[in-house]
């Protein structure tokens, strides 16, 4: 069985190894309807969520790409879900010489 020594792990079970993605899903899913939240809340949407606000915060995307452990960049790219507003403000960046 992994332990938290093995491996990095941010979530730990009560044995002190990884938590699996069931069991953070069952979590999830018990916070989510103990709010009473009527979207549907899981450990997905969550990731999603944070991808999507690391981006938005202009995080570097290859830097979202290795906090969500992602091999490739095109995967991460999913997540990023540029508003009009986002490309607006990346084409202001160009300078114009007049």
């Given at each position: 069985?992994?332990?938290?020594?093995?491996?990095?792990?941010?979530?730990?079970?009560?044995?002190?190894?990884?938590?699996?993605?069931?069991?953070?899903g069952g979590i999830i899913a018990e916070i989510a309807q103990t709010a009473g939240l009527d979207d549907?809340?899981?450990?997905?949407?969550?990731?999603?969520?944070?991808?999507?606000?690391?981006?938005?915060?202009?995080?570097?995307?290859?830097?979202?790409?290795?906090?969500?452990?992602?091999?490739?960049?095109?995967?991460?790219?999913?997540?990023?879900?540029?508003?009009?507003?986002?490309?607006?403000?990346?084409?202001?960046?160009?300078?114009?010489?007049?």
């Amino acid at each position: 069985m992994a332990h938290a020594g093995d491996s990095r792990a941010l979530f730990l079970n009560a044995k002190g190894g990884r938590l699996s993605a069931l069991a953070a899903g069952g979590i999830i899913a018990e916070i989510a309807q103990t709010a009473g939240l009527d979207d549907p809340t899981t450990a997905h949407v969550l990731r999603h969520t944070l991808a999507t606000t690391l981006v938005r915060g202009k995080t570097d995307l290859v830097v979202v790409a290795e906090i969500l452990g992602h091999a490739r960049l095109e995967t991460t790219r999913r997540y990023s879900l540029p508003s009009d507003q986002d490309k607006e403000d990346a084409l202001k960046l160009i300078t114009v010489d007049r």
